[in-house]
Protein backbone atom coordinates (compact mmCIF):
# COMPACT_ATOMS: atom_id res chain seq x y z
CA UNK A 1 0.00 0.00 0.00
CA UNK A 2 2.36 2.62 1.11
CA UNK A 3 4.97 1.53 -2.05
CA UNK A 4 1.62 2.10 -4.22
CA UNK A 5 1.29 6.01 -2.68
CA UNK A 6 4.73 6.87 -3.10
CA UNK A 7 4.74 5.45 -6.91
CA UNK A 8 1.58 7.01 -7.48
CA UNK A 9 3.47 10.76 -5.82
CA UNK A 10 6.79 10.24 -7.97
CA UNK A 11 4.71 9.67 -11.11
CA UNK A 12 3.09 13.09 -10.41
CA UNK A 13 6.38 15.07 -9.78
CA UNK A 14 6.99 13.50 -13.16
CA UNK A 15 4.45 14.47 -15.08
CA UNK A 16 4.03 18.32 -13.40
CA UNK A 17 8.06 18.68 -14.17
CA UNK A 18 7.64 17.09 -17.75
CA UNK A 19 4.87 19.93 -18.82
CA UNK A 20 6.41 22.84 -16.81
CA UNK A 21 10.03 22.32 -18.53
CA UNK A 22 8.53 22.20 -21.86
CA UNK A 23 6.32 25.39 -20.93
CA UNK A 24 9.66 26.75 -19.76
CA UNK A 25 11.39 25.74 -23.00
CA UNK A 26 8.57 27.61 -24.92
CA UNK A 27 9.14 30.59 -23.06
CA UNK A 28 12.66 30.75 -23.50
CA UNK A 29 12.52 30.70 -27.30
CA UNK A 30 9.63 33.21 -27.29
CA UNK A 31 11.80 35.71 -25.02
CA UNK A 32 14.85 34.66 -27.06
CA UNK A 33 13.42 35.34 -31.03
CA UNK A 34 11.57 38.07 -30.03
CA UNK A 35 15.29 39.99 -29.11
CA UNK A 36 16.72 38.23 -32.52
CA UNK A 37 14.34 39.63 -34.72
CA UNK A 38 13.84 43.01 -33.35
CA UNK A 39 15.98 44.97 -36.23
CA UNK A 40 13.91 43.76 -38.56
CA UNK A 41 10.80 44.20 -37.07
CA UNK A 42 12.04 48.14 -36.48
CA UNK A 43 12.62 48.32 -39.84
CA UNK A 44 9.32 47.00 -40.96
CA UNK A 45 7.68 49.67 -38.71
CA UNK A 46 9.70 52.56 -39.48
CA UNK A 47 8.07 51.96 -43.54
CA UNK A 48 4.75 51.27 -42.26
CA UNK A 49 4.32 54.44 -39.80
CA UNK A 50 6.01 56.46 -42.74
CA UNK A 51 3.72 55.33 -45.22
CA UNK A 52 -0.40 55.23 -43.81
CA UNK A 53 -3.05 54.66 -45.87
CA UNK A 54 -6.81 55.38 -45.00
CA UNK A 55 -9.43 53.39 -44.08
CA UNK A 56 -10.85 51.60 -47.95
CA UNK A 57 -7.34 52.38 -49.61
CA UNK A 58 -5.32 50.07 -47.60
CA UNK A 59 -3.86 48.67 -51.22
CA UNK A 60 -0.21 48.76 -50.52
CA UNK A 61 -0.18 48.30 -46.75
CA UNK A 62 -2.10 44.60 -47.42
CA UNK A 63 0.62 44.10 -49.93
CA UNK A 64 3.44 44.47 -47.35
CA UNK A 65 1.93 42.67 -44.60
CA UNK A 66 0.71 39.37 -47.38
CA UNK A 67 4.21 39.62 -48.96
CA UNK A 68 5.83 39.21 -44.89
CA UNK A 69 2.99 36.47 -43.99
CA UNK A 70 4.52 34.46 -47.59
CA UNK A 71 7.80 34.64 -46.32
CA UNK A 72 7.08 33.17 -42.94
CA UNK A 73 5.25 30.12 -44.88
CA UNK A 74 1.65 31.57 -44.37
CA UNK A 75 -0.91 30.41 -47.56
CA UNK A 76 -2.10 33.75 -48.32
CA UNK A 77 -5.53 35.13 -49.50
CA UNK A 78 -5.76 38.61 -50.32
CA UNK A 79 -8.50 41.23 -51.03
CA UNK A 80 -11.00 39.51 -48.70
CA UNK A 81 -13.38 41.84 -47.28
CA UNK A 82 -11.86 44.86 -49.71
CA UNK A 83 -8.18 44.86 -48.69
CA UNK A 84 -8.29 42.47 -45.74
CA UNK A 85 -6.09 39.52 -46.22
CA UNK A 86 -6.02 36.06 -44.34
CA UNK A 87 -2.95 33.67 -43.57
CA UNK A 88 -3.08 30.48 -42.24
CA UNK A 89 -0.43 28.06 -41.22
CA UNK A 90 -2.12 23.93 -40.70
CA UNK A 91 0.55 22.58 -38.12
CA UNK A 92 -1.07 19.72 -37.37
CA UNK A 93 -3.64 18.41 -34.70
CA UNK A 94 -5.42 21.35 -32.26
CA UNK A 95 -7.13 24.56 -31.96
CA UNK A 96 -7.96 26.95 -34.50
CA UNK A 97 -6.98 30.12 -33.49
CA UNK A 98 -7.00 34.06 -35.03
CA UNK A 99 -4.60 36.86 -34.60
CA UNK A 100 -5.71 39.79 -35.77
CA UNK A 101 -4.36 43.37 -36.77
CA UNK A 102 -5.60 46.38 -38.45
CA UNK A 103 -4.25 48.03 -41.74
CA UNK A 104 -5.77 51.78 -41.90
CA UNK A 105 -4.43 55.10 -40.74
CA UNK A 106 -6.25 58.59 -40.25
CA UNK A 107 -6.39 61.93 -41.54
CA UNK A 108 -4.14 63.28 -39.42
CA UNK A 109 -0.97 65.57 -39.62
CA UNK A 110 1.71 64.03 -37.26
CA UNK A 111 3.66 66.29 -35.48
CA UNK A 112 5.85 63.65 -33.45
CA UNK A 113 9.01 64.99 -34.08
CA UNK A 114 10.56 61.31 -34.54
CA UNK A 115 12.70 61.03 -37.75
CA UNK A 116 10.49 58.51 -39.23
CA UNK A 117 6.98 60.91 -39.09
CA UNK A 118 4.87 60.30 -41.96
CA UNK A 119 4.59 62.93 -44.56
CA UNK A 120 1.95 61.62 -46.68
CA UNK A 121 -0.49 62.87 -47.83
CA UNK A 122 -3.26 62.04 -50.47
CA UNK A 123 -7.32 62.86 -51.34
CA UNK A 124 -9.64 61.38 -49.03
CA UNK A 125 -13.34 60.41 -50.04
CA UNK A 126 -14.34 63.55 -50.64
CA UNK A 127 -11.77 64.58 -52.75
CA UNK A 128 -10.05 67.05 -50.16
CA UNK A 129 -6.41 66.97 -49.36
CA UNK A 130 -5.48 65.62 -46.22
CA UNK A 131 -2.03 64.28 -44.49
CA UNK A 132 -1.81 60.80 -43.00
CA UNK A 133 -0.75 59.70 -40.00
CA UNK A 134 -0.92 56.20 -37.75
CA UNK A 135 -2.22 58.11 -34.97
CA UNK A 136 -3.67 54.94 -33.25
CA UNK A 137 -0.31 52.63 -33.51
CA UNK A 138 -2.24 50.80 -36.14
CA UNK A 139 1.37 50.62 -37.44
CA UNK A 140 2.67 48.95 -34.04
CA UNK A 141 -0.21 46.42 -34.47
CA UNK A 142 0.96 45.35 -37.53
CA UNK A 143 4.36 44.62 -36.91
CA UNK A 144 4.19 42.55 -33.59
CA UNK A 145 1.40 40.44 -35.63
CA UNK A 146 4.30 40.14 -38.41
CA UNK A 147 7.24 39.31 -35.48
CA UNK A 148 4.41 36.86 -34.07
CA UNK A 149 4.12 34.98 -37.53
CA UNK A 150 7.38 35.01 -38.12
CA UNK A 151 8.27 33.42 -34.43
CA UNK A 152 5.38 31.01 -34.46
CA UNK A 153 6.54 30.01 -37.35
CA UNK A 154 9.93 29.39 -36.87
CA UNK A 155 8.94 27.53 -33.60
CA UNK A 156 6.41 24.99 -35.33
CA UNK A 157 7.97 22.01 -32.87
CA UNK A 158 6.29 24.00 -29.94
CA UNK A 159 2.45 24.27 -30.34
CA UNK A 160 -0.09 22.06 -33.06
CA UNK A 161 -3.09 23.74 -34.39
CA UNK A 162 -4.05 26.02 -37.44
CA UNK A 163 -2.89 29.61 -37.17
CA UNK A 164 -5.26 32.10 -39.00
CA UNK A 165 -4.08 35.49 -39.34
CA UNK A 166 -5.85 37.99 -40.15
CA UNK A 167 -5.35 41.67 -41.28
CA UNK A 168 -8.02 43.86 -41.40
CA UNK A 169 -8.76 46.95 -43.15
CA UNK A 170 -11.64 50.04 -42.33
CA UNK A 171 -10.73 49.44 -38.38
CA UNK A 172 -11.25 53.18 -38.32
CA UNK A 173 -14.38 53.67 -40.01
CA UNK A 174 -16.02 50.48 -38.06
CA UNK A 175 -16.41 48.80 -41.24
CA UNK A 176 -13.60 46.34 -41.62
CA UNK A 177 -14.58 43.22 -39.55
CA UNK A 178 -18.18 42.83 -41.01
CA UNK A 179 -16.77 43.35 -44.50
CA UNK A 180 -14.35 40.05 -44.02
CA UNK A 181 -16.89 38.46 -42.44
CA UNK A 182 -19.55 38.98 -44.95
CA UNK A 183 -16.93 37.73 -47.34
CA UNK A 184 -16.95 34.41 -45.88
CA UNK A 185 -13.90 34.52 -43.28
CA UNK A 186 -15.22 31.78 -41.00
CA UNK A 187 -16.61 30.04 -44.36
CA UNK A 188 -13.83 30.13 -46.43
CA UNK A 189 -11.38 29.53 -44.08
CA UNK A 190 -11.00 27.46 -41.05
CA UNK A 191 -13.45 28.66 -38.35
CA UNK A 192 -11.62 29.85 -35.06
CA UNK A 193 -12.08 28.30 -31.97
CA UNK A 194 -10.58 31.90 -29.92
CA UNK A 195 -10.02 35.15 -31.49
CA UNK A 196 -7.28 37.36 -29.95
CA UNK A 197 -6.01 40.77 -30.58
CA UNK A 198 -4.52 43.28 -28.80
CA UNK A 199 -4.53 47.58 -29.03
CA UNK A 200 -1.81 49.62 -28.95
CA UNK A 201 -2.79 51.90 -25.02
CA UNK A 202 -1.42 55.79 -24.65
CA UNK A 203 -1.77 55.32 -21.00
CA UNK A 204 0.34 52.15 -20.48
CA UNK A 205 4.03 51.85 -19.89
CA UNK A 206 5.61 50.09 -22.97
CA UNK A 207 6.48 46.68 -21.42
CA UNK A 208 3.33 45.95 -20.09
CA UNK A 209 0.01 44.13 -20.83
CA UNK A 210 -3.32 45.07 -19.52
CA UNK A 211 -6.54 43.01 -19.77
CA UNK A 212 -10.22 43.46 -19.00
CA UNK A 213 -12.78 40.55 -18.16
CA UNK A 214 -16.20 41.32 -19.85
CA UNK A 215 -17.24 44.09 -21.21
CA UNK A 216 -14.23 45.82 -22.63
CA UNK A 217 -14.94 48.53 -25.06
CA UNK A 218 -18.43 50.19 -26.41
CA UNK A 219 -21.38 50.02 -28.10
CA UNK A 220 -21.12 52.84 -30.41
CA UNK A 221 -23.57 54.34 -32.18
CA UNK A 222 -24.20 57.99 -33.92
CA UNK A 223 -27.33 60.01 -34.23
CA UNK A 224 -28.60 62.82 -36.67
CA UNK A 225 -31.57 65.05 -35.29
CA UNK A 226 -32.99 67.46 -37.47
CA UNK A 227 -35.04 69.73 -35.30
CA UNK A 228 -37.66 71.45 -37.45
CA UNK A 229 -39.52 74.49 -37.19
CA UNK A 230 -41.52 77.87 -38.46
CA UNK A 231 -38.81 80.42 -38.92
CA UNK A 232 -39.46 84.43 -38.79
CA UNK A 233 -38.19 87.58 -37.77
CA UNK A 234 -35.95 87.71 -34.55
CA UNK A 235 -38.46 90.38 -33.11
CA UNK A 236 -41.53 88.43 -33.07
CA UNK A 237 -41.28 85.19 -31.75
CA UNK A 238 -44.61 84.90 -30.85
CA UNK A 239 -45.05 84.31 -34.78
CA UNK A 240 -42.59 81.25 -35.02
CA UNK A 241 -42.37 78.15 -33.40
CA UNK A 242 -38.42 78.33 -32.31
CA UNK A 243 -36.07 75.31 -33.22
CA UNK A 244 -33.16 76.93 -31.41
CA UNK A 245 -35.40 76.80 -27.97
CA UNK A 246 -36.84 73.86 -29.16
CA UNK A 247 -32.83 72.04 -29.77
CA UNK A 248 -31.88 73.73 -26.60
CA UNK A 249 -34.70 71.95 -24.49
CA UNK A 250 -34.12 68.58 -26.58
CA UNK A 251 -30.17 68.85 -25.46
CA UNK A 252 -30.95 69.44 -21.83
CA UNK A 253 -33.44 66.54 -21.81
CA UNK A 254 -31.51 64.03 -23.25
CA UNK A 255 -29.22 64.16 -20.33
CA UNK A 256 -32.04 62.90 -18.85
CA UNK A 257 -31.51 59.47 -20.33
CA UNK A 258 -28.44 58.61 -18.62
CA UNK A 259 -28.96 60.27 -14.77
CA UNK A 260 -32.75 59.03 -14.45
CA UNK A 261 -33.60 56.58 -16.89
CA UNK A 262 -30.73 53.86 -16.94
CA UNK A 263 -29.90 52.29 -13.85
CA UNK A 264 -27.26 53.06 -12.23
CA UNK A 265 -25.12 49.99 -11.85
CA UNK A 266 -25.12 49.98 -15.98
CA UNK A 267 -22.98 52.25 -18.22
CA UNK A 268 -23.94 54.97 -20.61
CA UNK A 269 -23.14 58.18 -22.86
CA UNK A 270 -25.08 60.19 -24.49
CA UNK A 271 -22.84 63.29 -26.06
CA UNK A 272 -24.68 65.90 -28.55
CA UNK A 273 -21.00 66.45 -30.09
CA UNK A 274 -22.39 69.20 -32.70
CA UNK A 275 -25.39 71.58 -32.93
CA UNK A 276 -25.96 74.15 -35.87
CA UNK A 277 -28.77 75.99 -36.80
CA UNK A 278 -29.34 79.93 -38.14
CA UNK A 279 -27.22 82.43 -40.20
CA UNK A 280 -28.15 85.72 -39.03
CA UNK A 281 -28.64 87.51 -35.70
CA UNK A 282 -32.10 88.60 -36.15
CA UNK A 283 -33.54 85.52 -37.93
CA UNK A 284 -35.38 82.29 -36.29
CA UNK A 285 -34.78 79.63 -38.88
CA UNK A 286 -36.54 76.90 -39.96
CA UNK A 287 -34.29 73.74 -38.62
CA UNK A 288 -32.02 73.41 -36.32
CA UNK A 289 -29.53 69.75 -36.45
CA UNK A 290 -27.78 67.87 -33.89
CA UNK A 291 -24.90 64.91 -33.90
CA UNK A 292 -24.58 63.39 -30.89
CA UNK A 293 -22.27 59.78 -30.04
CA UNK A 294 -23.55 57.08 -28.01
CA UNK A 295 -21.97 55.07 -25.76
CA UNK A 296 -23.44 51.49 -23.90
CA UNK A 297 -21.84 48.05 -22.94
CA UNK A 298 -24.80 46.24 -23.20
CA UNK A 299 -27.11 45.85 -25.92
CA UNK A 300 -30.73 46.60 -24.05
CA UNK A 301 -28.88 49.81 -22.43
CA UNK A 302 -28.19 50.60 -26.38
CA UNK A 303 -32.10 50.12 -27.75
CA UNK A 304 -33.66 52.04 -24.51
CA UNK A 305 -31.20 54.47 -25.15
CA UNK A 306 -32.11 54.80 -28.74
CA UNK A 307 -36.04 54.56 -28.34
CA UNK A 308 -35.76 57.46 -25.47
CA UNK A 309 -33.76 59.72 -27.54
CA UNK A 310 -36.94 59.06 -30.29
CA UNK A 311 -39.39 59.70 -27.39
CA UNK A 312 -37.87 62.59 -25.91
CA UNK A 313 -37.45 64.52 -29.42
CA UNK A 314 -41.13 63.49 -30.29
CA UNK A 315 -42.37 64.58 -26.91
CA UNK A 316 -40.93 68.07 -26.59
CA UNK A 317 -41.72 69.08 -30.29
CA UNK A 318 -45.22 67.89 -29.33
CA UNK A 319 -45.22 70.45 -26.06
CA UNK A 320 -43.74 73.02 -28.29
CA UNK A 321 -47.34 73.00 -30.35
CA UNK A 322 -45.72 71.68 -33.62
CA UNK A 323 -48.08 69.68 -35.89
CA UNK A 324 -47.57 65.84 -36.63
CA UNK A 325 -45.36 66.94 -40.47
CA UNK A 326 -42.55 68.73 -38.57
CA UNK A 327 -41.84 66.70 -35.61
CA UNK A 328 -37.73 65.90 -35.53
CA UNK A 329 -36.40 63.48 -37.52
CA UNK A 330 -34.25 61.20 -35.53
CA UNK A 331 -31.95 59.44 -37.66
CA UNK A 332 -29.87 55.93 -36.57
CA UNK A 333 -26.87 55.32 -38.59
CA UNK A 334 -27.19 51.37 -39.55
CA UNK A 335 -23.43 51.37 -39.13
CA UNK A 336 -22.58 50.92 -35.72
CA UNK A 337 -19.84 49.33 -33.90
CA UNK A 338 -20.92 46.86 -31.41
CA UNK A 339 -19.81 46.14 -28.13
CA UNK A 340 -16.53 43.82 -27.14
CA UNK A 341 -16.50 41.26 -24.47
CA UNK A 342 -13.50 39.90 -23.75
CA UNK A 343 -14.55 35.74 -22.76
CA UNK A 344 -13.66 35.88 -18.34
CA UNK A 345 -12.42 32.31 -19.32
CA UNK A 346 -10.51 32.75 -22.19
CA UNK A 347 -8.72 36.36 -20.58
CA UNK A 348 -8.01 34.01 -17.45
CA UNK A 349 -5.91 31.59 -19.36
CA UNK A 350 -3.96 34.25 -21.32
CA UNK A 351 -3.33 36.38 -18.84
CA UNK A 352 -1.98 34.00 -16.25
CA UNK A 353 0.49 32.18 -18.73
CA UNK A 354 1.71 36.04 -19.83
CA UNK A 355 2.43 36.62 -16.32
CA UNK A 356 4.36 33.76 -16.16
CA UNK A 357 6.14 35.16 -19.21
CA UNK A 358 6.48 38.70 -18.78
CA UNK A 359 6.23 38.67 -15.09
CA UNK A 360 3.16 39.54 -12.42
CA UNK A 361 4.35 43.35 -12.44
CA UNK A 362 3.69 43.69 -16.15
CA UNK A 363 0.62 42.05 -16.67
CA UNK A 364 -2.14 44.25 -15.22
CA UNK A 365 -5.93 43.98 -14.60
CA UNK A 366 -7.32 47.74 -16.39
CA UNK A 367 -10.83 49.44 -16.28
CA UNK A 368 -13.40 48.87 -19.51
CA UNK A 369 -13.38 52.46 -22.02
CA UNK A 370 -16.16 54.00 -23.74
CA UNK A 371 -14.43 54.32 -27.32
CA UNK A 372 -14.89 51.45 -29.88
CA UNK A 373 -13.03 48.54 -31.74
CA UNK A 374 -14.71 46.24 -34.29
CA UNK A 375 -12.56 43.39 -33.15
CA UNK A 376 -15.84 42.75 -31.27
CA UNK A 377 -17.82 41.82 -34.18
CA UNK A 378 -15.50 38.56 -34.86
CA UNK A 379 -17.11 37.25 -31.27
CA UNK A 380 -20.57 38.09 -32.60
CA UNK A 381 -21.80 35.74 -35.32
CA UNK A 382 -24.14 32.73 -34.51
CA UNK A 383 -20.84 30.36 -33.14
CA UNK A 384 -20.44 32.84 -30.33
CA UNK A 385 -16.28 32.24 -30.33
CA UNK A 386 -14.61 33.46 -27.47
CA UNK A 387 -12.53 36.97 -28.03
CA UNK A 388 -9.95 38.61 -26.09
CA UNK A 389 -8.57 42.06 -27.45
CA UNK A 390 -5.02 42.90 -24.49
CA UNK A 391 -4.34 46.42 -24.25
CA UNK A 392 -0.23 46.30 -25.13
CA UNK A 393 1.38 49.41 -23.30
CA UNK A 394 3.64 52.21 -25.36
CA UNK A 395 4.12 54.93 -23.61
CA UNK A 396 8.40 55.45 -22.65
CA UNK A 397 9.09 54.04 -19.06
CA UNK A 398 8.59 57.21 -16.41
CA UNK A 399 6.84 59.34 -18.48
CA UNK A 400 3.12 58.33 -16.89
CA UNK A 401 4.62 59.51 -13.37
CA UNK A 402 5.97 62.29 -15.28
CA UNK A 403 2.75 63.45 -16.29
CA UNK A 404 0.41 62.49 -13.07
CA UNK A 405 3.10 64.29 -11.39
CA UNK A 406 2.78 67.60 -13.64
CA UNK A 407 -0.73 67.02 -14.39
CA UNK A 408 0.35 67.54 -18.19
CA UNK A 409 -1.84 64.94 -20.06
CA UNK A 410 0.17 62.20 -22.16
CA UNK A 411 -0.55 62.61 -25.70
CA UNK A 412 -4.21 60.49 -26.28
CA UNK A 413 -4.52 58.15 -28.98
CA UNK A 414 -5.73 59.97 -32.69
CA UNK A 415 -3.63 62.79 -31.28
CA UNK A 416 -0.88 63.90 -34.17
CA UNK A 417 2.08 63.81 -30.84
CA UNK A 418 1.17 60.09 -30.41
CA UNK A 419 4.30 58.11 -30.70
CA UNK A 420 5.32 54.78 -29.04
CA UNK A 421 8.25 53.96 -27.44
CA UNK A 422 9.15 51.50 -29.94
CA UNK A 423 11.51 48.66 -28.93
CA UNK A 424 9.72 47.54 -25.60
CA UNK A 425 6.16 48.40 -26.84
CA UNK A 426 7.00 46.07 -30.26
CA UNK A 427 8.69 43.22 -28.14
CA UNK A 428 6.20 43.12 -25.52
CA UNK A 429 3.80 42.83 -28.46
CA UNK A 430 5.35 40.11 -30.47
CA UNK A 431 5.53 37.98 -26.90
CA UNK A 432 2.24 38.73 -25.76
CA UNK A 433 1.01 37.33 -29.42
CA UNK A 434 2.78 34.05 -29.46
CA UNK A 435 2.27 33.71 -26.07
CA UNK A 436 -1.38 33.67 -26.68
CA UNK A 437 -0.88 31.13 -29.77
CA UNK A 438 1.04 29.23 -26.65
CA UNK A 439 -1.28 29.16 -23.82
CA UNK A 440 -4.16 28.06 -26.03
CA UNK A 441 -2.18 25.27 -29.09
CA UNK A 442 0.86 24.71 -27.01
CA UNK A 443 2.55 20.97 -26.75
CA UNK A 444 4.23 21.47 -22.90
CA UNK A 445 0.98 22.72 -21.44
Known amino acids: MKIRIKGVTALCVVLVFTVSSGWAQSQKMVLEKRGQDYAYLFDLYQHLHRNPELSFHEEKTSQRIARELRQAGFEVTQKVGGFGLVGVLKNGEGPTILLRTDLDGLPVKEESGKPYASKTQTKDDAGKEVSVMHACGHDIHMTTFVGAARLLADIKDQWSGTLVMIAQ ?100 VVTVGSIHGGTKHNIIPNEVKLQLTLRSYKDEVRHHTIAAIKRICKGMAEAAGLPQNLLPIVEVKKKFTPSTYNDPKLVERLSVDLASLLGKENVVSTDPVMAGEDFSEYGRTEDKIPICLFWLGGVKVGDVKKSKDSGVPLPSLHSSLFAPDPEPTIKTGVANLSSAVLSLAGKGK
Do not use: W
Not at 171 to 189: H, K, T, V
Not at 192 to 197: E, K, S, W
Not at 237 to 256: E, G, R, Y
Open 169 to 268: AAEERSAGARAMLDDGLFERFPKPDFCVAQHVSATLEAGKVAYVKGYSMANVDSVDITVRGIGGHGAAPHSTKDPVVLAAQIVLALQTIVSRETKPTDDA
